[in-house]
């Protein structure tokens, strides 16, 4: 990606120096390792620490304090990437917000080590990237993106404003109110169903981000072959090609963020028009 003449969002608090808290055993590296292979591959957490260490983590609820936001330092070069790829998604959808006659309100993204408090509880970096509405803010550890590319092999600056992008997705769908009705039916639902509506939810937030790409293009901030990069990459993090990896069978109805062909389709359904209006995914009768 083409992000050097970007500007830098203002909408990034740094926690990293605030202290984390010990992991236990299995490690940092092991930690993020289970994160990269939950959030990339649509893995249930608790599963992917079973497959790394056979362990879990439990997040509990709490109050978080309100804390003034510290500047990203200038010599950090993965913050500032990420910092000028939510600007990317700020410009996008605000531009998008305003053709609606609607403003825009963008997440603060949180920068954090280890572990962090939330709106939503406490998380370590084991839960992987993730959107606490409560708040409207995106929490991620930086040191997943190193795992994801040089654990899982998803290389590019593509992949990881992907990321981004894709926790940006779920952002959306908290202002669309899609997000909260989403998680009622799952809570209601349970088991089967309420995967399926996970996987309807986790296919929207990648058909957003397809938009977000669509626009990136438009700006003419990606190189040569992102697109295809971000195709490949859709492939393989599909709920089947992670089973088929681990040498399972590939059971459908213990999907939680799709198939290949599904994470393929709306992500590239996004990209191919830039409309969201193409992505409700709840409105079809097969994702």
Known sequence: MRLDDVRESSNVEDRRGEGGVGLGGLGIAGVLLAAAVSWFF????????????GGGQVVQSQQV????????????QQARFVAKALAVTEDVWGELFQRQGRVYAPPKLVLFRDRVQTACGTASSAVGPFYCAGEQKLFIDLAFLDHLQK???AQGDFARAYVIAHEVGHHIQHLTGALEKAHQQMSRLGGTAANRVSVRLELQADCYAGVWGFYAAQRNLLDPGDAETALNAARAVGDD?????????VVPDSFTHGSATQRMQWFQRGMTGGNPGQCNTFSTERP
Do not use: C, I, Y
């Open 65 to 76: 304090a309100a804390r003034p936001a510290k500047p990203v330092p200038v010599n950090d």
């Open 241 to 249: 090609s992670l089973q088929q990896r681990a040498g399972h069978e």
């Open 151 to 153: 654990q899982l092999g």
């Open 42 to 53: 649509g893995l249930d957490f608790n599963q992917a620490m079973q497959l790394v260490s």
